[in-house]
């Protein structure tokens, strides 16, 4: 037993030695090295992104007030001016998707033969009226000379009885309220027959605005039923060479986003086209999905070409800021943090005490007393590398402005480290080995 612990000691100081043995063989030379880039002046502008949909300025939704069977579809007028032009096209001569209409076009027509029996019928009602009213009319006369004729009777030393005077005012009186009634009659009458006759006009749907016809929802020989809700048969866009994007703004974000501030975005129909619009609106309402709250900012845009459609997404970049011939750096150069060792020995306990105390809390990140944000970045010195205290302004995410602090222009800065040795020529000496070194 003895003997086979004092074989796996030797055993596990050997692999010791001859592993200490590769680790100095391949870390003798200068394996590392430092990646570094130019702090030079430039442009540059602050963006918030988000994403949205193109929508048009203004949709209107066509529907129906009335129920019945779709009759047919109304002609589509720009169709006939396109045959003037070429007698051999064979588009659909009726509205459909992406026909241009006109105020008061007509686009659809419902079929009528209820509504116009309920016409017929109120108008049949209000000449009914309108001759009970003549009939009426003819009594009250009658019934008004009666009375005359008893008061001149009744006049004349009672030549007529008291009944008969009672009676011929009576009659009088009772023909002039029915005459009144007759017309209350007739109005009425008038009222149902107008009502008839604004459903029969209803049958006929028109559009109620110049535009274009994005999405038509019915087809001929569908019945619609209009109920509580209109039924919507057409989508119109009034003009699409003025649209809108809405777009979802973080919360985080919003704050930076004004009215009239300039907005750049692209779509996936066209990624290598940049087009542009300013903000119109930040709406109040917030939707919160998932814990995270948004707000839609609406952007106007000219489509003036109609290069843009309509529900397109779009990738939205809001210009915050915007700055010209600044010093800046690359983000990877303010976060880069050297290893200790890499750090020159002669600020190196200075370096590692300020970052304890960092972690301690006695000092803290962030701005100064004078409101300036500071950051370091790393300049070589020798094989080592020194801390350069900057004061950060605006970034774009890739790059930062630099706005005080000594860092001079067109310094190479640290961005981060790389490998210089070769991995192939690094031998391993616990692999098989051929002769000549080779692998074996």
Not at 186 to 198: C, M, P, S
């Amino acid at each position: 037993m003895k003997k086979i612990l004092t074989i796996a000691l030797v055993l596990l100081v050997a692999t010791g030695v001859a592993g200490l043995g590769w680790y100095w063989y391949a870390g003798s030379g200068p394996t590392v090295g430092f990646k570094t880039a130019t702090a030079a002046r430039g442009d540059l502008s602050a963006t918030i992104s988000a994403t949205g949909t193109l929508e048009p300025e203004e949709v209107v939704d066509v529907g129906a007030q009335v129920a019945g069977m779709i009759l047919k579809f109304g002609d589509d007028l720009h169709i006939d001016s396109i045959a003037k032009v070429d007698p051999n096209n064979s588009k659909p001569k009726f509205v459909d998707y992406n026909t241009p209409v006109t105020k008061d076009m007509v686009l659809a027509v419902i079929d009528p033969k209820v509504y116009q029996a309920q016409f017929d019928q109120a108008d049949a009602n209000v000449k009914r009226a309108e001759a009970d009213i003549e009939q009426m009319d003819a009594k009250l006369v009658q019934s008004e000379r009666d009375w005359k004729r008893a008061q001149q009777l009744q006049a004349s030393r009672g030549a007529i009885s008291d009944a008969d005077y009672d009676l011929a005012l009576a009659t009088y009186q009772s023909a002039k309220s029915a005459l009144g009634v007759g017309k209350a009659t007739l109005d009425q009458a008038k009222a149902t027959r107008q009502l008839a006759e604004i459903n029969v006009g209803y049958t006929t749907i028109k559009s109620p605005v110049n535009g274009v016809i994005i999405d038509r929802r019915v087809n001929v020989g569908q019945t619609v039923v209009a109920s509580l809700n209109a039924p919507s048969l057409f989508l119109i866009a009034k003009d699409l060479t003025r649209m809108q994007i809405w777009a979802s703004v973080n919360e985080a974000d919003i704050g930076q986003i004004k009215d009239g501030q300039p907005v750049s975005f692209t779509v996936d129909a066209y990624p290598n086209k940049k087009f542009h619009g300013t903000v119109l609106q930040v709406r109040l309402n917030a939707t919160m999905t998932q814990q995270v709250v948004t707000y839609t900012v609406v952007v106007e845009f000219d489509n003036s070409r109609e290069l843009l459609k309509p529900y397109l997404t779009a990738n939205v970049q809001f210009e915050v800021d915007t700055r010209h011939d600044v010093l800046l750096v690359p983000n990877a150069a303010l976060r880069w943090q050297p290893l200790p060792a890499q750090i020159a020995p002669d600020i190196r306990k200075e370096y590692l005490r300020s970052l304890q105390a960092k972690a301690a809390g006695l000092t803290g990140p962030g701005a100064d007393k004078d409101g300036a944000h500071r950051g370091t970045v790393w300049v070589q010195d020798e094989g080592f590398v020194r801390p350069v205290k900057v004061n950060i302004g605006l970034s774009d995410g890739a790059t930062t402005e630099i706005t005080g602090g000594d860092l001079q222009d067109n310094t190479e800065i640290v961005t981060g480290t790389q490998n210089k040795s070769n991995a192939d020529n690094t031998v391993n000496p616990f692999q098989t080995q051929m002769f000549g070194g080779k692998k074996q």
